[in-house]
Every structure is written in structure tokens, then in C-alpha cells.
């Protein structure tokens, strides 16, 4: 089986400032982790996909995220805060789990980011 | 825009009705899932088809069902609409439909039973 926790519902930091939020995941096989972003009433948007590839991702918007396995967790943070950059933040998981290969993701259940001026 | 098209946007209905949802993949994207996401439950998995057949089931109420056409869209009925159905549904495109794929989002459904 495969889970995720987002630690603290909700994140206020103020403009320019680092964002830091929290994943940690739990898969019995190598996952496939994912960040993704909701603006109010639109869909989600994709903003990093880590594939093993590298531990360290960069993703779009100034965003990167770093695999750590010991930890079993995949942080999101921006260096710098943007007004623009308030929005719901969701980390979600796949895997081979069970021996299937099918692409359910599996999500957290999500940070809210405020940014204030 | 992901390029995944759902449609109607806003869905009112009343308790014991049946709506039916619809999605339309990327262009070449071969998979379609399904997921709803409420306040209380959070983001869903519900079911994935993959070039029109079903492939793996989540946490989908036996009142729902969906199914993938010849064409790749897919719809998703609701029927027996009870309050606790209110939420957002969700579709989402893959090209191959495997745990490795990035999947893309629709705008989404909103439906609200009274």
C-alpha cells in the first residue's frame, strides 16, 4: 500500500520569503513522487515529478523538491515567495505497488500556501 | 491549459438523480482517470480505463460508473445521487496509463446534489 502525509494544512510566509513544504510518503516499492498545484476553482497543475533519475528536482515557477529516502519524505521549496504562489499544494504518489503497474496516484491531503505582502 | 476537457463545469442536481459526467484526453493520451475530491475525503482515485478498458478500480461507489469509448472520451455516471456525493470530479490523462506516466488534469466538475 502506498500513503502520503502533508504536514500542516496550512502555510503563511510573507512575500520573498523561503516556502517549505512538508511530504513524506510511504510506498513498499520505489515511487514515483509528484507535486502539484490547484489555483482556486481550476484543475491541477503539474509542478515537479521526481523518477529516480536524480534526488534533486526542479520544477516549474522557481520550485524544486529533493527525494530523500531515508527519510522517506520529497519537501517542496521556493526560495522566494511570490503573491502568485498562493494556491492549495498537493503531494501525491505511484508505484508498482502489489505487482500492478496501473498509474492511480495516491494523494496528500493537501497544504494551503498563503503569501502575505 | 492541460489540454483535458470536462464538461458540464457546474452540475446542480437533486438527492436520487442520475448525472453523467464527461471527459476528453489530451490529444494521443490513451488513458483517462477518473477522482473526486470532497472536504471531508481530500483527492479520490475512483477508477482508470486505458484505450477503452477498464484498468484498475479506487474507491468508487457501486451507484457510479464509467466506461471509455472508441474515441477515448470518457463519461462518468452518477446515479441514486445522495447529499454526501457533492464534490468536485476530476479527470486526468496519461499517454501509457502506468504508475510511471505524469497524469493531466481537467478543469473539473462541479456537482452539488440538494
Known amino acids: 500500500a502506498q500513503s502520503v502525509t502533508q504536514l500542516g494544512s496550512h502555510v503563511s510566509v510573507s512575500e520573498g520569503a523561503l516556502v517549505l513544504l512538508r511530504c513524506n510518503y510511504s510506498?513498499?516499492?520505489?515511487?514515483?513522487l509528484f507535486w502539484y498545484v490547484q489555483y482556486p476553482n481550476q484543475g491541477l497543475q503539474l509542478l515537479l515529478k521526481?523518477?529516480?533519475?536524480?534526488?534533486l528536482v526542479k520544477g516549474i515557477n522557481g520550485f524544486e523538491a529533493e527525494f530523500k529516502k531515508s527519510e522517506t519524505s520529497f519537501h517542496l521549496t521556493k526560495p522566494s515567495a511570490h503573491m502568485s504562489d498562493a494556491a492549495e499544494y498537493f503531494c501525491?504518489?505511484?508505484?508498482?505497488?502489489?505487482?500492478?503497474?496501473?498509474?492511480?496516484?495516491?494523494f496528500g491531503q493537501g497544504t494551503i500556501l498563503t503569501v502575505h505582502p | 491549459d492541460s489540454g483535458v476537457t470536462q464538461t458540464p463545469k457546474h452540475l446542480i442536481t437533486a438527492t436520487g438523480q442520475r448525472v453523467t459526467l464527461r471527459c476528453s484526453p489530451r490529444?494521443?493520451?490513451?488513458?483517462v482517470y477518473w477522482y473526486q475530491q470532497s472536504l471531508d475525503q481530500g483527492l479520490q482515485f475512483l477508477i482508470q480505463?486505458?484505450?477503452?478498458?477498464?484498468?484498475a478500480k479506487g474507491n468508487i461507489l457501486e451507484r457510479f460508473s464509467a466506461q471509455q469509448f472508441p474515441d477515448l472520451h470518457s463519461e462518468l455516471n452518477l446515479s441514486s445521487l445522495e447529499l454526501g456525493d457533492s464534490a468536485l470530479y476530476f479527470c486526468?490523462?496519461?499517454?501509457?496509463?502506468?504508475?510511471?506516466?505524469?497524469?493531466?488534469f481537467g478543469p473539473g466538475t462541479r456537482l452539488t446534489v440538494l
Open positions: 486526468a490523462s496519461s499517454y501509457g496509463g502506468t504508475y510511471s506516466d505524469t497524469q493531466y
Open positions: 510506498s513498499s516499492v520505489p515511487p514515483y
Open positions: 521526481y523518477t529516480s533519475a536524480a534526488t
Open positions: 501525491a504518489v505511484s508505484s508498482r505497488a502489489g505487482g500492478t503497474s496501473y498509474g492511480k496516484l495516491t
Open positions: 490529444s494521443g493520451d490513451l488513458s
Open positions: 480505463y486505458y484505450n477503452g478498458e477498464e484498468r
